[in-house]
């Protein structure tokens, strides 16, 4: 037994910060005092609030440090490890209470509303250590499948939780595994989708990397449901910690007999194996990416058959996404009530959501379906930082759309996305502030799209092609407002015409954008003007005179030399040399320069 | 999406050549092989060369175009040699909401490049690349392994310079 024990998070996002470096030095350190025996230090998965990161949480006394550099660490150790006084100028200010006591971290506001069920084990217990996942009831599900639960008493109790795909389609788990079971074959598969290709959303890595055995778990439960021998993670390369965590936790769990042959003695094999992705956005599409998993180009093809009939290798098969599966064993569990029991009647249970953009707690965070976009934004986010004002958010990535400031009110659950024109996707959701410009961001997914279209489809392939052309001509300043028509024309019809998910979808941001910012498109049309000042080519950068005070603060960091003036005197932009990057009006203390 | 295909010649070495002769022997036979054998081809030479994607179908027994398909479709793969420093930017969107492109933007002026070029001394390449998540940083920037985040593109220049020592 340890008397303290010191969680560094080792997401992806704390990695970059050097959480790594901490780690050694810790150890290094807690040596040093002599405290190996006493002190263990613990590499978790994500905690959620990325903004904060590097994040180190000390136990027993739950003493949450924030933005942790490698120099901190001397002082940690000898300061509170030591002497047991809590270093306050490190702590998260929010759970800082008086001088040497905090407050829970379920008590702060990024926390309080958030309920962890996906998420439950991430930032708690080392992933890499299958031993604390089975002290946190971890295989106490499959277990209990195996010894107690006929496959139809498992999918029937899937049905009755009403869990639906958290991949972004919503639909009913139960029934999938339903089909699957149901057609006869002398070899099924369960597999995971784990190409998380949204940008902008990190579920998905999160859950993978702070607790991969849950999701190891659930797809033998899903095996076992459909009478699969065989499971296939389909999970990006572009997740080197994912990777490495999951195949440690695959041969952990085939060495305590939780995968291979004859589990738990009742005759069921199942086993797993990694195949890793390459980069195509389209692969996140379920017969895509089963085309890829057999090794070849990544393009989808025509449903029916779906592939609970006709999947990998022309057999049946059942994708479900990272989140869905990480819900699982605690459904097994606890049971089908206790999950309805949350979140909203068409949509039980909880939702994760990757927070970014212009919002001031940037990460993960989990919330019963039903909670408001304000709770999300404002409560538990934070808000817009910077004194800029909430214009939008964007949910589903290039398949969504934006939900504007005035329907912040909104419950978020599938149907009500849906029905407001944007859709829940795996749960990315990017606030944008009043410098965002609505076109220039339905410009930039239709660019995404029109880079990852397989080109399989002719609506999609050529359509988005030309959605982005007429986008790009708007924003430069020479659309026209027929242009605007012939845009919504199309967008109708790749959505009606198109072979799979990526294509129907594509046009859901030009689509959400002209719903709710018509004024926009129409200004960068009739009056050459884009209102965020976002768009280069339709806006200027000027120094006003009466304000620049000739310091030449401008003129030294402007990247191409645009910038002229004598020191003590007002400056002058030439706009022809200009790029508009936007450095001159960032550097200026006296806020001279302006953009027209 | 178009990819850039190289011009250069191909050299490989005696012990790049085994190890890619081990990666094909132990894939030969599997089912779904091309991409594992892809991925780790590219592990040994950096980029994947037609002369190495010959010897990948010869040895697996699929046809040449198939395995160019395969590499050709997925962006991850490349067929033009990468610089001694390897610079992607993330254009994800929560990135790009915070103003990445201009990161972009100054490195494209600071190195004279195009995203998927490389500089003549063979210094950097650069690529723009889709969310690396860590969306928590943004804006963020790779440089090899490091990760650079929460950027100001002024920011970028001393990066760059400690990569030319």
Redesign the interface.
């Known amino acids: 037994m340890f008397r303290s024990n010191v969680l560094v998070c080792g997401g ?2 704390c990695t ?2 050097n959480s790594e470096q901490i780690i050694d030095k810790l150890n290094e350190e807690i040596k040093a005092q002599g405290l190996d025996k006493e002190v263990n230090v613990i590499r978790t998965g994500c905690f959620g609030l ?2 904060l ?1 590097p994040i180190m949480v000390v136990y027993p006394e739950g003493a949450f440090y924030s933005r942790v550099t490698v120099e901190d660490v001397p002082e940690i150790v000898s300061e509170h490890l030591l002497k047991g006084r809590i270093v306050t100028r490190l702590l998260y200010q929010e759970t800082v209470v008086d001088d040497n006591t905090t407050k829970s971290l379920n008590e702060t506001k990024f926390y309080a509303k958030q309920m962890r069920i996906a998420l439950r084990n991430c930032g708690v217990i080392n992933p890499e250590l299958i031993d604390e996942y089975i002290a946190q009831d971890g295989y106490a599900a499959l277990g209990k499948v195996l010894t107690e639960m006929t496959p139809q008493q498992v999918i029937q109790t899937m049905l009755d939780s009403g869990l639906r795909g958290r991949g972004g389609a919503g639909f009913p788990t139960g029934l999938k595994w339903k089909f699957a079971a149901a057609n006869p074959a002398d070899q099924k598969y369960a597999c995971c989708n784990a190409d ?7 579920m998905d ?1 999160s859950v993978l990397e702070g607790d991969p055995h849950s999701v190891l778990e659930a797809m033998a439960i899903a095996g076992y449901a459909i009478g699969a021998t065989q499971g296939y993670i389909y999970i990006r ?3 080197p910690i994912a990777v490495k965590r999951l195949q440690i936790a695959i041969d952990q769990a085939r060495e305590y007999g939780l995968l291979g042959k004859n589990i738990f003695d009742s005759g069921f094999d199942f086993d797993i194996d990694i ?7 389209v692969c996140g599409e379920e017969t895509a990416l089963m085309t ?7 393009e989808p093809r025509v449903r029916p058959p779906f592939p609970a009939l006709k999947g990998l ?1 022309g057999k049946p098969t059942v994708l479900n996404n990272v989140e869905t599966y990480a819900n699982i064993p605690q459904i097994i569990l606890k049971g089908a009530d206790w999950f309805r029991s949350i979140g909203t009647e068409k949509s039980p249970g909880t939702k994760v959501f ?1 927070l ?3 919002i001031t707690n ?2 993960l965070v989990e919330v019963p379906m039903g909670t408001t976009l304000r709770e999300v934004v404002e409560d538990i986010g934070g808000g817009v930082p910077d004194g800029h004002t909430f214009k939008a958010a ?1 949910t589903g ?1 290039p398949s969504g759309g934006c939900i504007p400031a005035s329907l912040i009110d909104t419950p978020i659950d599938y149907d009500n996305l849906i029905a407001i024109g944007s859709m829940m996707g795996s749960g ?1 959701l ?3 502030d009043e410098t ?1 410009c609505m076109v220039d ?1 339905a410009k ?2 239709l660019e ?1 799209t029109v ?2 279209s ?1 080109g399989k489809c002719t609506p999609c392939r050529v359509g988005t092609k030309r959605l982005l052309e007429i986008l790009d001509k708007i924003t430069r300043g020479n659309g026209t407002l027929e242009d605007i028509d012939k845009l919504e024309e199309l967008c109708y019809y790749i959505k009606e015409n198109s072979l799979c998910g990526l294509g129907q979808t594509a046009p859901n941001p030009v689509l959400s954008t002209l719903k709710y910012y018509r004024d926009e498109y129409e200004a960068h049309v009739t009056e050459h003007r884009c209102p965020a000042g976002a768009c280069k080519a339709l806006t200027n950068f000027h120094i006003e005179a009466a304000k620049c005070k000739g310091c030449t603060l401008c003129a030294r ?1 402007c ?2 030399g645009a910038i002229s003036g004598k020191v003590k005197e007002a400056h002058v932009i030439d706009t022809e040399k200009c ?1 508009k ?3 001159c009006m ?2 200026c203390k006296f806020n001279a320069v302006v953009k027209k | ?1 178009q990819k850039r295909i190289s011009s250069l010649p191909f050299h490989d070495t005696a012990e790049q050549a085994q190890k890619l002769d081990e990666v094909i022997n132990g894939l030969k036979g599997q ?6 054998a ?2 780790q081809a590219q592990d040994i030479y950096g980029y994947l060369p037609l002369e190495v994607q010959k010897k990948i179908a010869d040895g697996l027994d699929v046809p040449l175009e ?1 395995v160019y ?2 590499s050709t ?5 490349s067929l033009t040699p990468k610089g001694r420093n390897h610079i992607s930017v993330c ?4 990135c ?3 103003g990445s492109d ?1 990161l972009l ?2 490195i494209t ?2 190195l004279g490049i195009q995203p998927e070029e490389c500089t003549e001394d063979g210094l950097f390449s650069l690529t723009a ?10 804006p ?1 920037l790779m440089i090899n392994e490091d ?1 650079y ?1 929460r950027l ?3 920011d970028v220049d001393g990066i760059l310079d400690k990569y030319r020592e």
Do not use: W
């Open positions: 992806t996002g970059s910060s990325c903004a990161g998380e290709g949204d940008p902008g959303a990190f890595r390369a572009e997740y195949r890793l992705g390459a980069g195509a956005f890829s998993i057999e090794g070849k180009r990544g290798f990757a970014g953009g212009k940037t990460g964007q990535g990315g990017i606030v944008m965002t961001i930039f997914f995404f880079d990852e397989c960091n990247p191409v790029i990057c936007g450095v960032e550097k | 999406m089912a779904g092989a091309v991409m594992p892809l991925h198939e398909g395969v479709f997925y962006s991850q793969f254009l994800g969107t929560a790009y909401v915070k201009k933007d100054r002026q600071k690349c889709r969310c690396i998540g860590a969306c928590g940083l943004a963020v990760v985040g100001a593109p002024e």
